[in-house]
């Protein structure tokens, strides 16, 4: 229930930032005039679209990787890179939320030109991206430490075209 909003938001915030842009081009072109607040906002818009969206490549486990070494490794030892590979994602989670906290208030009182919004609607999404990451990736240690990690765990998308033999447990 909570990933299918999550993606009803990134859709919505994706048709947003179209019909903003769309529509200042065709008053631009069309009337000569326009909204000059709609620039501002689909960036917003994007940053926001961009930083969620990087939450749910990390829940659906379709960000780029190279896995070329780990496949080669015996169960245990893509196991061992994929728990350290998660300490680290942790690591930057801890790191984001630890700037963004820190430039909370210069963002809070720091207002856009044309727009008038605080600027911590723009980089307040770092909390949420921080967040979100970090619990998916405390969950994947979880079901690492207790022996429940899946192939999907280990190679996220990618593992829906592994060959049979790689599949599940091996040596």
């Known amino acids: 229930m909570l990933f299918k909003g999550v993606d009803a938001l990134l859709a919505l915030l ?7 842009v769309l529509g200042n081009v065709v008053l631009r072109y069309g009337f ?14 994007f940053i926001w679209l961009t930083f969620i969206g990087a939450v749910v490549a990390t829940r659906e486990g379709t960000h780029l990787g ?13 196991l061992a890179m994929v728990f350290v590979s998660e300490l680290i994602v942790l690591a930057c989670c801890v790191l984001l939320f630890r700037g963004t906290w820190s430039q909370h208030e210069v963002n809070a009182t ?12 723009i980089f ?8 979100g990451i970090g619990l998916l990736s405390l969950c994947k240690l979880w ?3 207790t022996g429940r990690a899946t192939d999907r765990d ?7 075209q592994l060959p049979d033999d790689m599949k599940g447990e091996r040596p």
């Open 154 to 160: 280990i190679f996220g998308a990618a593992a829906d």
């Open 14 to 20: 994706l048709l947003s930032m179209v019909i903003m």
């Open 124 to 131: 307040g999404v770092g909390y949420i991206t921080s967040a």
């Open 110 to 121: 720091t207002v856009s030109l044309v727009t008038s919004m605080p600027l911590i609607w």
């Open 143 to 145: 079901r690492i430490a």
């Open 66 to 78: 190279v896995d070329s070494l780990l496949m080669r490794l015996p169960r245990k030892g893509q």
């Open 32 to 45: 000569s005039t326009g909204i000059a607040s709609a620039e501002e906002l689909s960036r917003t818009l």
